[in-house]
């Protein structure tokens, strides 16, 4: 009987590590979605930044206007978005809670603060995750006398050396000390004009270029009214009214 009672204790060992190793196998192959961004997002990886260690720092990336999210609720179909759009405000709409802000938030945060409104008045312990589907608000324009001009995806630290070199960089005619960098800040056209050659030689900062910028390299497309505006700026790298 002891025999026995041995033989049985055994099997229901082997049995039970034989089921912790299979289920060690499954969460080490599993997925986590909570908070973070599935790889197929990866559009800031355009070739001319293909080095950046994007997957890393996608975590803290904080959403911007026009990002497309999708918001899983889970247990709560109905509650889910399969695919949203942050409106120009920087929001979109969720079932019985309304109006959520987006911008400035990394996915993470907002899903905290989603469990959190949920929980509030609706839902028992709500467990919600938020995907970065396409990125489209961090776009940056380069033009003029670049080899390939365009419309481009864009790292949350490029530089105007960096924006240039991703439009294949400067052409044999450009003229770079003329290079204007158009922003708008609440609601004002702001322009500056930088010096490439001095930024290039370390006499001068390589300004951080924002999502929206636009980069023109050469002045030459330009009206001559606003060509002469553009020289005679009051300072080189400082953003003024026009």
Known sequence: MQSLSK????????????ACTALTACYGSRDVVSGSVPQTANILTTSAASSQSFPDAYPAYQIGPQDELSVTVFRE???????????????????????????????????????????????????????????????????????????????????LIGAIAMAGGPTSTAKLKEIAVFRKVDGENLVAVFDYTAIRAGEAENPQILPGDIVVVGFSGFKQGFQDFLKTAPLLGIFTRF
Do not use: C, H
């Open 7 to 18: 033989r049985t204790v055994m099997a229901r060992w082997l049995v039970m590590a034989s």
């Open 77 to 159: 179909p109905d509650l889910s978005l399969q695919q949203v759009t942050v409106d120009t405000g920087g929001r979109f709409e969720m079932a019985l809670i309304g109006q959520v802000s987006a911008v400035g938030k990394t996915p993470q945060e907002l899903s905290s603060e989603l469990e959190r409104r949920y929980g509030e008045d609706y839902l028992v312990n709500p467990d919600v995750a938020v995907n970065i589907l396409k990125v489209n608000s961090r776009r940056l324009t380069v033009e003029g006398a670049l080899e390939r001009p365009g419309v481009f995806s864009m790292t949350q630290n490029t530089t």
